[in-house]
C-alpha cells in the first residue's frame, strides 16, 4: 500500500501537470481520435461478420493499411503519408511528454499538410502558424478525404448487398 508522503507527492505532481494544458497534444489526440474511428467505420463496411473484424484487436497502422489496400485508385495518394504521420506523432505524444522527436513530427506534418494543399489554399503566413492549428488542419483535411472514402464505401457495400439480393432472393 502506498504510504500518504507518496500519495500526496504524486497527487501534487499529477495536478500540477493537468494545469497546463498541451495544446499540440490535445489537438493530435482528438483529431487521431475521428481518424480512428472513420477507419473503422470504412473497414467494417467491408465485413459481413463485423465481429471478426473487432475479434482481430487491429492497431492503427493495421487499420490504416488495410483501408488503404481498399482504395480502388486511391491508394498511393499523399494522403495516407499524412495520416500516418499525423499516427506518429500521437505515438511520440502517448510515450514521451516532450521527447526530442516531437519536433521533426510535427515539421513532417507540417510539409505533408502543405505538399497536400499547396494547390488550393493560401499559404501567405504559413510558416508561422503554431503547431497546433497546423495540425488541425492536417486532421481536417484527413477527416474530410476519409469521409469521402467512407461515402463511396457505402456505396459500395449497398451494390454488393444488392447484388446479393439479385442473385439469391
Known amino acids: ?9 504524486y497527487t501534487k505532481w499529477f ?7 498541451d495544446t499540440v497534444a490535445q489537438v493530435t489526440l482528438k483529431g487521431h481520435l475521428r481518424i480512428e474511428e472513420l477507419l473503422e467505420e470504412i473497414l467494417s463496411l467491408y465485413f459481413f461478420h463485423t465481429e471478426h473484424l473487432e475479434e482481430a484487436n487491429l492497431r492503427f497502422y493495421q487499420k490504416l493499411s488495410i483501408a488503404r489496400g481498399l ?25 514521451s511528454k516532450n521527447g526530442p522527436k ?5 515539421a513532417l506534418i507540417r510539409q505533408l499538410y502543405l505538399d497536400e494543399t499547396k494547390e488550393v489554399t493560401d499559404l501567405s503566413g504559413y510558416a508561422e502558424l503554431p503547431d497546433e492549428q497546423v495540425i488541425a488542419y492536417a486532421c481536417a483535411v484527413s477527416i474530410g478525404f ?14 454488393v448487398m444488392a447484388l446479393d439480393k439479385n442473385l439469391n432472393g
Not at 15 to 21: F, P, Y
Not at 152 to 157: E, G, M, N, T, V
Open 1 to 9: 500500500m502506498i504510504d500518504k508522503s507518496s500519495l500526496d507527492k
Open 15 to 21: 495536478q500540477e501537470e493537468l494545469a497546463v494544458v
Open 71 to 95: 482504395a480502388l485508385r486511391k491508394n498511393q495518394i499523399s494522403i495516407w503519408k499524412l495520416i500516418g504521420a499525423i499516427n506518429s506523432l500521437r505515438n511520440e505524444l502517448a510515450h
Open 102 to 106: 516531437r519536433q521533426q513530427k510535427i
Open 146 to 159: 476519409l469521409h469521402i472514402f467512407l461515402e463511396d464505401s457505402k456505396a459500395f457495400k449497398n451494390l
